[in-house]
């Protein structure tokens, strides 16, 4: 259910160093199905729960990191609107024509204040996710890997989180569910578009456009322990759990793709609503906002970022 014109999280690009690596590890270790590749070599994937032809682009570079994070809107009429508030907020807006990336309607991209590039769309082809429109079955057959539903969220690192997030909560409609304070500086938010806990996280850090994750859900915490046990089988770079957020209620594991970028797979948070309060946690718990069962926090968790 969405809140604002925003509906959802529609996908986000990330910068591989190699090209075959990235594909075997999202699709055979994460799940993910690739939908397409297209002139550029870039390639296209989706959660297996994922309506949408693709939730996912990968694109060869030198560096990894993160290009875009993109959000569906719910129509024409609301892209056309919430690309005027984004101008009026003072962002520079491009206008990126339907098929630049294949199966995507016109795209309204637009920088922010901690330095990343977002995009607005409303259109892209329907895929579906194996199981039809009239009497569906549960789950999908032949599915590899931890089995991912979908992509979920992104956190992103840079300085001006208080900047960014007025863009999102004033201009794009989010709320905010959650912050981290220290006295008067907010150095964490957590907003939303949906009934979800978050659909994008911003971290206090001195550079600009850094990529901290991109997030996948599963349906259990026995799926999580599977991931674990996926990633020592194939020798993943784990970074930290399984556990659990005490910011979110996720339940989670986070691991590093072969060029760097860290992924998340997790299940559980909570429903928002908009009459919801914002919860705050302050530096001083910060341990056990972030690992609620050790309390303790992991420096290369809170520093490595792309």
């Given at each position: 259910?969405?809140?604002?014109?925003?509906?959802?999280?529609?996908?986000?690009?990330?910068?591989?160093?190699?090209?075959?690596?990235?594909?075997?590890?999202?699709?055979?270790?994460?799940?993910?199905?690739?939908?397409?590749?297209?002139?550029?070599?870039?390639?296209?994937?989706?959660?297996?729960?994922?309506?949408?032809?693709?939730?996912?682009?990968?694109?060869?570079?030198?560096?990894?990191?993160?290009d875009?994070?993109?959000?569906?809107?719910?129509?024409?009429?609301?892209?056309?609107?919430?690309?005027?508030?984004?101008?009026?907020?003072?962002?520079?807006?491009?206008?990126?024509?339907?098929?630049?990336?294949?199966?995507?309607?016109?795209?309204?991209?637009?920088?922010?204040?901690?330095?990343?590039?977002f995009?607005?769309?409303?259109?892209?082809?329907?895929?579906?996710?194996?199981?039809?429109?009239?009497?569906?079955?549960?789950?999908?057959?032949?599915?590899?890997?931890?089995?991912?539903?979908?992509?979920d969220?992104?956190?992103?690192?840079?300085?001006?989180?208080?900047?960014?997030?007025?863009?999102?909560?004033?201009?794009?409609?989010?709320?905010?569910?959650?912050?981290?304070?220290?006295?008067d500086?907010?150095?964490?938010?957590?907003?939303?578009?949906?009934?979800?806990?978050?659909?994008?996280?911003?971290?206090?850090?001195?550079?600009?456009?850094?990529?901290?994750?991109?997030?996948?859900?599963?349906?259990?915490?026995?799926?999580?322990?599977?991931?674990?046990?996926?990633?020592?089988?194939?020798?993943?770079?784990?970074?930290?759990?399984?556990?659990?957020?005490?910011?979110?209620?996720?339940?989670?594991?986070?691991?590093?793709d072969?060029?760097?970028?860290?992924?998340?797979?997790?299940?559980?948070?909570?429903?928002?609503?908009?009459?919801?309060?914002?919860?705050?946690?302050?530096?001083?718990?910060?341990?056990?906002?972030?690992?609620?069962?050790?309390?303790?926090l992991?420096?290369?968790?809170?520093?490595?970022?792309t």
């Amino acid at each position: 259910m969405s809140q604002s014109g925003v509906l959802r999280p529609g996908h986000v690009c990330i910068r591989v160093m190699d090209m075959d690596e990235a594909k075997t590890h999202y699709t055979q270790r994460l799940g993910l199905l690739q939908t397409d590749e297209d002139d550029q070599g870039r390639v296209y994937l989706k959660g297996w729960d994922e309506q949408d032809w693709f939730s996912v682009v990968l694109r060869e570079a030198d560096q990894p990191g993160m290009d875009f994070m993109g959000f569906k809107v719910r129509d024409e009429a609301t892209l056309e609107d919430l690309a005027a508030k984004v101008k009026a907020f003072g962002c520079n807006v491009e206008r990126v024509p339907a098929g630049e990336l294949n199966h995507c309607g016109e795209r309204v991209r637009f920088d922010s204040p901690t330095g990343h590039m977002f995009e607005l769309y409303a259109e892209k082809d329907w895929k579906g996710n194996g199981l039809g429109l009239e009497n569906p079955d549960a789950w999908q057959e032949g599915l590899v890997g931890m089995q991912v539903a979908r992509y979920d969220h992104c956190l992103l690192y840079g300085d001006d989180v208080d900047g960014t997030v007025k863009l999102f909560r004033e201009a794009l409609g989010f709320d905010l569910t959650e912050r981290v304070v220290d006295g008067d500086l907010m150095i964490a938010a957590f907003l939303t578009c949906s009934n979800k806990a978050h659909d994008i996280a911003l971290v206090r850090h001195e550079e600009k456009g850094k990529f901290h994750h991109a997030s996948f859900l599963l349906n259990s915490w026995e799926e999580v322990l599977r991931a674990a046990d996926l990633i020592s089988m194939h020798d993943i770079s784990l970074d930290i759990g399984p556990t659990r957020h005490g910011i979110t209620r996720g339940r989670t594991i986070y691991f590093f793709d072969p060029s760097g970028n860290r992924n998340e797979v997790f299940c559980g948070d909570y429903t928002w609503y908009p009459d919801h309060p914002t919860i705050t946690w302050t530096a001083d718990n910060l341990g056990k906002a972030i690992f609620y069962h050790d309390r303790q926090l992991n420096e290369n968790f809170l520093g490595v970022v792309t």
